[in-house]
């Protein structure tokens, strides 16, 4: 039995893992994963409310880490530039995380509930860094578009960083963030192809 809450909430989540792996997410119950954790299953459900969350566990940690690094970062930065400190500032939760984030983005890409879940949690992630960026004064049609634009480069490095761990993680945010620059700068072409 594990000895601590903390300790039962990492078995459920790794237990969790395991059986999404092998037997499929919609297959398993929380009774299974309680069991394989070594814990009842009510104690599954004071640590998680259905076992969707076991895998979005912390998304209050990363909000929080995001939003503060937004409105902690010092005067005269650019919405994007904001982002990427923000993103590189909670690299920490996600590096000390690897271990379970590489099943977990295959878990989820095989299951529709998981990506629908992940999908609205993205979205409330998105609304968090708008209303942060618009606390440090940035327009609100800006500051919208500026937090999807980031989520989308993070996303992007985020999963270039699962395919490849050779580079760390800030390094691959570096290159997602200097590529949406880059696309900002490319010229756009009219419908006959010329530029207008």
Known sequence: MPRSGAEARRRLQQAALELYLERGFDRTTTAEIAARAGVNERTF?????????????????????????????????????????????????????????????????????????DLAKAASLIAALAAALRQRGVADRLAGLAAQAGWAAFHQAFQAWINDSSQSLDAHLLQAFADLRALSLTPLADDSGSMP
């Not at 209050?60 to 923000?86: F, H, I, K, M, N």
């Not at 920490?92 to 629908?116: D, M």
């Open 45 to 117: 459900f004071r640590h998680f409310p259905d076992k969707r969350e076991v895998l979005f566990d912390g998304e209050a940690d990363l909000r929080a880490a995001l939003t503060g690094a937004v409105s902690e970062a010092p005067d005269g930065l650019q919405p994007l530039d904001l982002l990427l400190r923000a993103f590189r500032k909670a690299e920490h939760i996600f590096e000390g995380n690897r271990p379970f984030a590489e099943p977990r983005v295959q878990v989820i890409a095989a299951t529709p509930a998981l990506r629908e879940r």
